[in-house]
């Protein structure tokens, strides 16, 4: 290999790798929404044609799931989807700031994004965000230990693939959610890599309290990956608008999707 093939081969190595765009839809201001963990932009489906109405809305497929690339190497840490979302972004050229909406681990690499990006985020919405502190952080007890099981249920699923597969299929059928919620071969190491360098190990705290726009957070009364100590602690910033969606549980339902699309406006 000639050493201009090794510098091209090197640089394309470093250069985050473009997300899929699964839908860019309406006109108006630019809505961007990124999915969870084990999903695709199937998340937003009842949410877009409501808000496609008034806004542009934009879907990106996280890194590693979805129809977007699964680099080989890629270790999947909460800096790896930032730059490809960042590099993602980038390449749309928005003239404007626009509203960035993330739901689960798109909501904590949204809160990481608008903290660091903060001339391009008008308005951040999190919705259902698994945001945690370490259990040695948390001086109520229950806190503790429910953070504490979280993570031991966490460490459960990336070492049980068998388990975590069939049963993630199981649920996806019964529910009728299709790519809304897939473990599979396919996207197999970008969910345990994701579990573990962004969700099971977090600073969405710190990065919500450092985002400098107005931040609302949307979730269900039933949402079983929350933690409410942790909630509690976020909802007290002054930033920080909280919208509780009674009978909705961690996935965006009816209900939620309703509340979400009237919190855009």
């Known amino acids: ?93 928005l003239g404007a700031p626009f509203i960035l909406v993330g739901h689960s681990l798109g909501g904590l690499l949204s809160a990481r994004y608008a903290a660091q990006n903060p001339a391009q985020v008008s308005r951040l919405i999190l919705v259902s965000p698994p945001v945690y502190l370490s259990p040695s952080e948390l001086a109520d007890p229950a806190a503790r230990a429910q953070v504490s099981l979280y993570l031991r249920v966490y460490e459960f699923l990336r070492t049980n693939k068998d388990f975590t597969m069939a049963t993630a299929s199981t649920i996806s059928r019964m529910l009728k959610l299709g790519t809304a919620l897939e473990v599979s071969e396919r996207n197999w190491s970008a969910f345990i890599l994701s579990l573990q360098n962004c969700i099971e190990s977090q600073t969405t705290v710190a990065d919500i309290a450092a985002v400098r726009v107005p931040i609302d957070v949307v979730y269900g009364a039933l949402d079983q990956f929350l933690a409410p100590g942790t909630m509690r602690i976020i909802g007290q910033m002054r930033h920080v608008t909280m919208h509780r969606v009674e009978v909705n549980d961690h996935l965006v339902r009816p209900r939620l999707a309703r509340e979400l699309v009237k919190v855009i406006g």
């Open 1 to 93: 290999m000639s050493w201009w093939r090794r510098l091209r081969a090197a640089f394309s190595r470093r250069r985050p790798p473009l997300l899929h765009i699964a839908g860019d839809t309406g006109e108006g201001p630019v809505v961007v929404l990124i999915h969870g963990i084990a999903s695709s932009a199937a998340t937003f489906r009842r949410v877009i044609p409501d808000l496609e109405r008034h806004y542009r809305c934009i879907s990106l497929e996280l890194l590693g799931f979805g129809d977007s690339p699964a680099p080989e190497g890629a270790t999947y840490t909460i800096e790896e989807h930032v730059a490809s979302i960042r590099a993602t972004i980038a390449s749309l050229k």
